[in-house]
């Protein structure tokens, strides 16, 4: 069983920074991929980001280019998001996400972000 738990949320003013921190932990899995994603209230939950673990290709969706970047920690199988010029529209719970080896999908439980305008 793998666990993700997120940190790094919080409230902020437009045009402010936010870095989201994710780390993976459990026994026996091999990760393909980590990634973010978002639920604001009333919404479905929507894909951010993602790195792939080996070779740390990267996709986003295009409502954050150019504004957010993911990164990793391959030793630590730590997955970061790091937020630049927020939006009032970012406003949502952010969610960690695992692809393990075998198509196994793992979620964190979520960690709350605030862009006041």
């Known amino acids: 069983q793998v666990q993700l738990v997120e940190s790094g949320g919080g409230l902020v003013q437009a045009g402010e920074s936010l870095r989201l921190s994710c780390e993976a932990s459990?026994?026996?899995?091999?990760?393909?991929?980590m990634g973010w994603f978002r639920q604001a209230p009333g919404k479905e939950r929507e894909f951010v980001a993602r790195?792939?673990?080996?070779?740390?290709?990267?996709y986003y969706a295009d409502s954050v280019k150019g504004r957010f970047n993911i990164s990793r920690h391959r030793v630590k199988n730590l997955v970061y998001l790091q937020m630049n010029n927020l939006e009032p529209e970012d406003t949502a719970d952010y969610y960690c996400?695992?692809?393990?080896?075998?198509?196994?999908?793992?979620w964190g439980k979520g960690t709350q972000v605030t862009v006041s305008s």
């Open positions: 996400n695992l692809v393990a080896v075998g198509d196994r999908n793992f």
């Open positions: 459990g026994r026996n899995f091999g990760i393909y991929g």
């Open positions: 790195i792939r673990w080996s070779g740390g290709t990267t």
